[in-house]
T-cell receptor, first 111, second 113 residues
Framework: QKEVEQDPGPLSVPEGAIVSLNCTYSNSAFQYFMWYRQYSRKGPELLMY????GNKEDGRFTAQVDKSSKYISLFIRDSQPSDSATYLCAIGMEYGNKLVFGAGTILRVKS | DGGITQSPKYLFRKEGQNVTLSCEQNLNHDAMYWYRQDPGQGLRLIYYSQIVNDFQKGDIAEGYSVSREKKESFPLTVTSAQKNPTAFYLC????????????FGPGTRLTVL
């Protein structure tokens, strides 16, 4: 079983839709949660970082963490064609610097 | 502007050849990392360095080597012992090794001819 599971997509939505991207993880020792956006042939860019259960909002982006279910989500409101990219979740251990990345979900927002 | 630079953007290697990928950062970060990205897989850690003149193997270090002689620089050498080196290579840094937030460079695409 992989430590982090992420649906590869592609997920195709119309412009203006609400997008939900998800990851599940298997080890309760993971305590730090990140979402990265990666455009084609570019390096990942950190979008959201959180370490507690609940919601964290930044503009059109909301990161949600449910530690009891070992499930994290990224919501994108009013999606734009410029949001078309691969979204990677990354999860870190409480101790040490181990960071595990999901394989990424490809998102396509159609205008 | 602060950031991480990687060069070259594209690199072609012949069988049996060693190649070196450059990574430079001016963020004054202590820790630096090398990841490999293959289609359908999460980023996999090759090597990391918490401080100058120190580095540790990651999950897939075989066939790779690194050095950290300066805080700003963390070059990666892909040796001929790496049997399947074609991949997208990403360099990253963090303020310190205990900080999970990684800041990535633009990547180098390595292709074996």
């Amino acid at each position: 079983q992989k430590e982090v599971e992420q649906d590869p997509g592609p997920l195709s939505v119309p412009e203006g839709a609400i997008v939900s991207l998800n990851c599940t993880y298997s080890n309760s020792a993971f305590q730090y949660f990140m979402w990265y956006r990666q455009y084609s042939r570019k390096g990942p860019e950190l979008l959201m970082y959180t370490y507690s259960s609940g919601n964290k909002e930044d503009g059109r982006f909301t990161a949600q963490v449910d530690k009891s279910s070992k499930y994290i989500s990224l919501f994108i409101r009013d999606s734009q064609p410029s949001d078309s990219a691969t979204y990677l979740c990354a999860i870190g251990m409480e101790y040490g610097n181990k960071l595990v990345f999901g394989a990424g979900t490809i998102l396509r927002v159609k205008s | 502007d602060g950031g991480i630079t990687q060069s070259p953007k594209y690199l072609f290697r012949k069988e049996g050849q060693n190649v070196t990928l450059s990574c430079e950062q001016n963020l004054n970060h202590d820790a630096m990392y090398w990841y490999r990205q293959d289609p359908g897989q999460g980023l996999r850690l090759i090597y990391y360095s918490q401080i100058v003149n120190d580095f540790q193997k990651g999950d897939i270090a075989e066939g790779y080597s690194v050095s950290r002689e300066k805080k700003e620089s963390f070059p990666l050498t892909v040796t001929s012992a790496q049997k399947n080196p074609t991949a997208f290579y990403l360099c990253a840094s963090s303020i310190m090794s205990s900080d999970h937030r990684r800041f990535f460079g633009p990547g180098t695409r390595l292709t074996v001819l």
